[in-house]
């Protein structure tokens, strides 16, 4: 492939984007479908949680192996295969006949195949750019925003129309045709067609050469990871409840169903302008400290949530908290490059975001069980909140990148 006056990296940042908002539309879909799951099976708040929680954990657990498989054979198939079974899973969840099979059909379905297709596309965004890294992850996992404001409110306005099952249907048929579409667009890294990252005229010496840095076994030997691994992980039990709470909790305060997904989709409107706003901060304020302000501003949102009975309290709570949460994971991915280079990124990224797994699995159904026993989300959505500013801390002590890797020489 020669070297067109459009650089290939947009395009692998395209498919990216269309990876992830499908992916994850799918995802936080399941805030406008908690009423009538609820209702269906007569579930209680802790047990329909369970349904998100689920593939959360998995699709963060499945990140590690996934990047191994994609840094090994390529993201396209890795990108495809998982978005084919996530639209499997909403056709089993479509014809379930109890909540365990929506567990099965839904949960493992959209599990498996977003945490197979999520960590390789962004992995592959990494090693396509180093200068303009920021500016490009940002753009691509601004599709988990973009993901977040139109998967609840279309899925509302599907079930009001056509029910609950049949909405499911519907979503496995758009979420088949954009993994088609998105998996022809994200490319391997650029040094397979000859280029250099950035779209710079790459040197002699880098064409076909393969990206430097850290193998997974030799990160996970350093602080950093470790560092970055802890706090993800504290951030992460609070990070998906109010993707599965807002609505029942507006309810619950008299708002009303309709007005929880306006929620939803506020939280995803937050997320996308986050994704791009604070991705600019990290030119001047650095990618580490930029990751530590998200962890800070996502607990002192949560603390806001806590105090808040009104509409517009919710409403601000729902842009704030979405604005940060959307900072943080476009962050991530870029620091996990700055600290460890492309060589095994996408093995890195996954063995990263193991730990939210554990935190989306047990935070959501822990929050609605509290709720079943106290008659209040209170106690949870506090406890939440102290995480993410232990989490804060953590990332504070950290070096920055530049000063570790000065530190350590050229030895990996």
Do not use: K
């Not at 303009?132 to 998967?151: D, Q």
């Not at 530049?402 to 990996?412: D, H, I, K, L, V």
């Amino acid at each position: 492939m020669t070297q067109s006056r459009a650089f290939a990296g947009w395009r692998v940042v395209a498919g990216a984007f269309l990876c992830m908002s499908t992916g994850f539309a799918i995802v936080y879909s399941f805030a406008a479908f908690f009423p009538s799951l609820e209702a269906e099976f007569g579930a209680q708040r802790g047990d329909t949680s369970l349904v998100f929680s689920i593939p959360a954990f998995l699709y963060f657990l499945l990140g590690l192996p996934a990047g191994l498989i994609g840094d090994r054979i390529g993201p396209r198939p890795v990108v495809i295969g998982g978005l084919l079974v996530v639209a499997l899973g909403l056709v089993a969840a479509a014809l379930a006949r109890s909540l365990w099979q929506v567990y099965l059909g839904y949960s493992f379905g959209v599990g498996v195949g977003v945490g197979f297709s999520y960590v390789p596309s962004v992995a592959a965004v990494q090693r396509w750019f180093v200068r303009r890294r920021g500016t490009a992850s940002g753009i691509a996992v601004a599709g988990i925003g973009v993901g977040t404001l139109i998967g609840a409110p279309l899925a509302h306005e599907l079930i009001a129309l056509i029910g609950w099952r049949s909405t499911y249907l519907v979503l496995a048929a758009i979420t088949a045709v954009c993994a088609l579409v998105a998996g022809m667009l994200v490319m391997p890294d650029p040094h397979h067609y000859g280029l250099a990252p950035d779209g710079d005229p790459p040197a002699e010496s880098e064409i076909h050469r393969a990206p430097s840095g850290f193998t997974l076994a030799q990160a996970i030997r350093t602080g950093p990871f470790w560092a970055v691994y802890a706090a993800a992980f504290l951030m992460s039990f609070g990070l998906f409840v109010p993707f599965v709470h807002l609505v029942p909790y507006a309810r619950d305060i008299g708002l009303g169903t309709g007005f929880g997904v306006f929620l939803i989709t506020l939280l995803g409107v937050g997320s996308t302008a986050g994704r791009f706003l604070f991705a600019s901060v990290t030119s001047w304020l650095g990618r580490r400290l930029s990751f530590a302000m998200m962890l800070l501003g996502a607990g002192a949102m949560s603390v806001f949530w806590s105090l808040s009975t009104n509409a517009p309290m919710l409403i601000v709570f729902a842009l704030l908290f979405g604005a940060f949460y959307g900072g943080f994971v476009a962050i991530a991915p870029s620091l996990a490059a700055d600290y460890f280079g492309g060589r095994s990124l996408g093995a890195i990224i996954g063995a990263l975001y193991s730990g939210v797994g554990i935190g989306a699995l047990f935070g959501s159904p822990a929050a609605g069980y509290a709720y079943d026993f106290f008659g209040s989300y209170a106690g949870a959505i506090l406890g939440g909140a102290v995480l993410c500013f232990i989490a804060f801390a953590i990332m504070l002590a950290t070096p920055e990148p530049s000063t570790w890797s000065a530190g350590r020489g050229s030895q990996p």
